[in-house]
C-alpha cells in the first residue's frame, strides 16, 4: 500500500482547482489536502479561471480539459503559460475524460506537466503529481537562471541535468537552444537546433528555434519555409503561425498574413488575440465581411477576459458601417451595430472622448443607411452633451466637415 505524505512546503503553495463538477472538485480538493496542500481555490468556468491567474500566480493548476462549452482546458493552459511566461513555473495538471487527448498531448506547443485520464484512482493522482514535483524539483536551478536572465548558467544548469536525468534530455535540449538563442549567438544556436533535428525529423520546438534565428540572421525566405513546416508537423504550434503573421505583415504582405491566421482559428477558434488581429488585418485590406465576422468573435469573448476595451468596439461599428457603404449583405447588421454602440456607451460612459467618438460612429452609420433627419437628431443630441461637458469637443475642421455630412449650415 502507497503511503501518503505531506510536504511542509505544500502547505505554503497555492491551488487553483478549474472543474465544474461539484463531486469532482471534492475529490480533487482531498487530494490535494491528503498531500498538505491548504490554500486551495475553486472555479468552475474557464473564463472566470483566466481572470483569476491573471490576478493570482499559483503554484499548481488541475483543470478538466471541458471545464464548460465555452472553451477548454487547453486554453486555460496557453493563457497561463503566456501570463506567468517562463519566470514563474506553476505546475499544470490537465485531467480529461477524453482518451484521444493522450495521443494529441505529446505535439502541442503548451503542453501540461502532467495529464490524468478519468476515471482515476486516488493513488494514480498521488503518483502523477508528485513525479512532476520531483521534475520541478531537479529544474529548479534552471528556473532560477532564467528568472535572473543568467542563460550562461542556464545552459551549464541544463547540460547537468542530461548528464544525472537522461529521461529529460528533450526538455534540456530545448533549453540550450533557448539558453544561446537568448544570448544573441544565432549561428550557434541554428547550429545546436540543426543537430537536434539530425536525431529527430519531428520535433517541432526544434523547427520553430531554427526559424527565429533565420529571421536574427535576415533568412527571411528560409524563415517563412521553417515556419510553414513548423505548423505542417504540429498543426497546435500556435507561436508558429503568429510568428509567420509578424513576417508576412514585415514583408508587407497582409492577405497572406490574412491567410494564416485563418488556418489557426480553424484549430482554436475561440482565440480573442487571434480573432482581434485578424479583424485588424482585414480591415487593413478592406475586407469587411471578414472583419466583421473576426471582429465579433473577438467581442463576444472579450466580456470574460477582462479586454472589453472602447478601441474594439470602434473598429467593429466602423466596419458595419462599411458593409453598408458597400452593399455587401450580412446577417442582423443593424441590430448588432446598435448592441454594440450601447455597450460602447457603457464601457465609455465617464470618458468624454468615448462619447465623443460613439456620436461620430452613429451619425456616419446613420449616413450610410440613409436616414439623414435621424443623423441630425443624433447631431443635436452630441451637442447637448458637448455644452455639458459630457462629451469631448469637435474641433472647428471636424465640426465643418461634419454639418457639410449633414447639409447643415456652417
Known amino acids: 500500500m502507497e503511503v501518503i505524505t505531506k510536504s511542509d512546503a505544500a502547505a505554503e503553495q497555492r491551488v487553483l482547482i478549474i472543474e465544474s463538477i461539484a463531486e469532482m472538485r471534492f475529490l480533487l480538493k482531498s487530494l490535494m489536502v491528503s498531500l498538505g496542500y491548504e490554500k486551495i481555490d475553486f472555479e468552475i468556468s474557464d473564463q472566470s479561471a483566466i481572470k483569476r491567474i491573471q490576478a493570482i500566480k499559483y503554484d499548481i493548476i488541475l483543470s478538466d480539459f471541458n471545464a464548460d462549452n465555452k472553451i477548454n482546458g487547453q486554453q486555460i493552459l496557453e493563457a497561463t503559460r503566456k501570463h506567468y511566461n ?51 524539483t531537479v529544474f529548479d536551478l534552471a528556473h532560477q537562471a532564467r528568472k535572473q536572465k543568467d542563460y550562461i548558467t542556464l545552459e551549464r544548469v541544463a547540460k547537468a541535468i542530461i548528464k544525472h536525468y537522461p529521461q529529460y534530455a528533450s526538455q534540456c535540449l530545448r533549453v540550450i537552444g533557448e539558453s544561446i538563442y537568448q544570448r544573441g549567438e544565432y549561428q550557434s544556436a541554428s547550429a545546436h537546433y540543426a543537430k537536434v533535428l539530425q536525431r529527430n525529423h519531428e520535433l517541432a520546438w526544434a523547427h520553430f528555434g531554427m526559424a527565429q534565428c533565420h529571421i536574427k540572421l535576415n533568412q527571411l525566405k528560409q524563415a517563412i ?3 510553414e513546416q513548423t505548423i505542417e508537423l504540429n498543426q497546435y504550434f500556435f507561436s508558429a503561425y503568429d510568428l509567420l503573421v509578424d513576417l508576412y505583415l514585415e514583408l508587407n504582405q497582409p492577405k497572406e498574413a490574412q491567410e494564416i491566421i485563418i488556418k489557426a482559428l480553424l484549430v482554436s477558434p475561440r482565440s480573442y488575440e487571434r480573432s482581434l ?13 471578414t472583419a466583421e465576422q473576426a471582429l465579433s468573435k473577438a467581442i463576444r469573448s472579450s466580456k470574460d477576459n477582462n479586454s472589453d476595451t472602447p478601441a474594439l468596439y470602434y473598429d467593429y461599428l466602423k466596419t458595419i458601417t462599411e458593409l453598408i457603404e458597400n452593399d455587401i449583405e450580412a446577417p442582423r447588421l443593424i441590430e448588432k451595430f446598435h448592441r454594440a454602440l450601447t455597450r460602447l456607451r457603457k464601457i465609455g460612459q465617464n470618458n468624454p472622448e468615448v462619447v465623443t467618438n460613439s456620436f461620430r460612429l452613429e451619425v456616419q452609420n446613420l449616413l450610410a443607411r440613409g436616414l439623414q433627419k435621424d443623423a441630425v437628431k443624433a447631431w443635436h443630441t452630441w451637442g447637448r452633451r458637448i455644452s455639458m461637458e459630457e462629451a469631448e469637443p469637435l474641433t472647428p475642421h471636424q465640426e465643418i466637415t461634419l454639418k457639410k455630412m449633414l447639409g447643415l449650415r456652417f
Open 86 to 136: 517562463l519566470d514563474h513555473p506553476v505546475i499544470f495538471m490537465m485531467i480529461t475524460a477524453d482518451r484521444a487527448y493522450e495521443s494529441v498531448v505529446s505535439i502541442l506547443e503548451y503542453q501540461p506537466d502532467c495529464y490524468l485520464v478519468k476515471p482515476f484512482t486516488p493513488a494514480a493522482f498521488h503518483r502523477r503529481l508528485k513525479r512532476v514535483v520531483k521534475q520541478r
Open 225 to 227: 519555409e521553417t515556419l
Open 277 to 289: 488581429r485578424l479583424g485588424r488585418i482585414s480591415i487593413d485590406l478592406e475586407d469587411w465581411l
